[in-house]
């Protein structure tokens, strides 16, 4: 394996580049997946796939050793309608690669990929390398990392290329969407007869706004529950029966969503129905090895308050890598080019200072 970092860094680049050009929306992700494949097998590099998730190992893969999990993903969302450049084409500008995917989460793709390869043909690792380029990560689909850590070993713990300006997410948060429906007494709105759901839901929607959980994280804060859609009625004059609101739940690693379900459901007389509760958030000790090592290399610890497929790995995980969060989803997605080459660079240097 060429040691050139240099080189490395070049052929990311490109792969961005390639990646970018190709539609890859969640669900849609089978040419990406081609693209990646082809490029791993041109750097000599056997691979598996599952769905559209792409699956490898190092050369001199150790069943005796511990494992490390490297993992980004490859599918974007839709365009935003503010885009003024072509989200499909490779523009580069002022030292800026711009394209749909290219900050979120591109750029921490070809940069896990590229630490892959630098330490892929080594026979004295003290771990194995698991890379997962993992698919749906934007809408956390089944079939995603949840799908594809199935047919991989079990891993010890993860890396997780997402944009935080190389800063370190020791903690994530997670989610549940709840689906409540209040109940009443259908009525003539002329007369005082019925209960109405509306005025029933107000008291739990109140609650909603206003509870505090007793504990709060240390890096994430507290559990934040916001109301996000109420639906009720059928016209002027009738009291209605039923009044039906969404809650959009951020949980935190002092409770699992269970918990947290469990403690809303007491509180409120709505019925209340988890969309799913498998959105759990992440959490990795200060004391980890690849968590000083990171310390070591300069960088800062923080709790991000966005989601990943950290959500979804049964392991400890470490959320790291070039580009900035604010970036996703925007219009005129870019990456700096010298993020890449400090994506590559940094992903190297944290892995040598545990795997070596």
């Known amino acids: 394996m060429n040691k050139d970092i240099t080189n490395l860094i070049e052929k990311s680049k490109s792969l961005l580049a390639q990646l970018i050009e190709i539609p890859s929306f969640s669900r849609e992700e089978d040419k990406t997946a081609l693209c990646i494949g082809s ?8 691979y598996q796939r599952v769905g559209n998730n792409i699956l490898a ?20 969302v839709k365009p935003n309608p503010g885009y003024t450049k072509d989200p499909f084409k490779a523009i580069i500008e002022d030292g800026k690669l711009y394209g749909l995917g290219s900050n979120d989460a591109g750029g921490c793709l070809v940069s896990l990929i590229a630490a892959f390869l630098y330490f892929y043909e080594d026979v004295d690792l003290s771990y194995n390398l698991c890379l997962i380029v993992s698919a749906e990560e934007e809408v956390s689909g089944k079939n995603g990392i949840e799908e594809a850590y199935k047919h991989v070993v079990a891993c010890d713990f993860a890396i997780v290329g997402e944009p935080t300006l190389l800063d370190l997410a020791v903690a994530e948060k997670g989610l549940m969407v709840l689906d409540c429906t209040a109940y009443g007494v259908s009525g003539h709105a ?17 609650w909603f ?4 959980f007793p504990k709060e994280s240390a890096f994430l804060g507290p559990v934040k529950m916001s109301v996000t ?36 459901k007491s509180h409120v007389k709505s019925d209340v129905v988890a969309r799913s509760t498998r959105l759990n958030s992440s959490t990795i000790s200060l004391d980890h090895p690849i968590v000083k090592a990171g310390l ?19 392991i400890p995980s470490l959320k790291v890598g070039p580009g900035d969060s604010a970036r996703s989803h925007s219009a005129d997605e870019f990456i700096y080019l010298r993020e890449i080459e400090e994506g590559v660079e940094f992903y190297i240097s944290l892995l040598g200072k545990v795997i070596k």
């Open 39 to 46: 490029f791993l097998q041109d750097c000599g590099v056997s």
């Open 296 to 314: 070591e290399l300069g960088k800062k610890t923080y709790g991000s308050p966005t989601m990943s497929d950290q959500a979804l790995l049964p």
């Open 190 to 206: 002329a007369r005082e007869e019925g209960v109405n759901a509306i005025y029933e839901a107000i008291e739990d929607i109140t």
């Open 229 to 264: 859609v109420i639906n009720a009625g059928s016209q002027h004059n009738v009291v209605p029966a039923e009044c039906k609101y969404v809650v959009d739940v951020r949980t935190t690693d002092v409770y699992s969503n269970v918990e947290v379900l469990d403690i809303i």
């Open 209 to 212: 706004r206003t509870y505090k």
């Open 57 to 76: 190992y190092n050369k001199y893969f150790d069943e005796n050793k511990p494992t490390v999990l490297l993992n980004s993903h490859h599918d974007t």
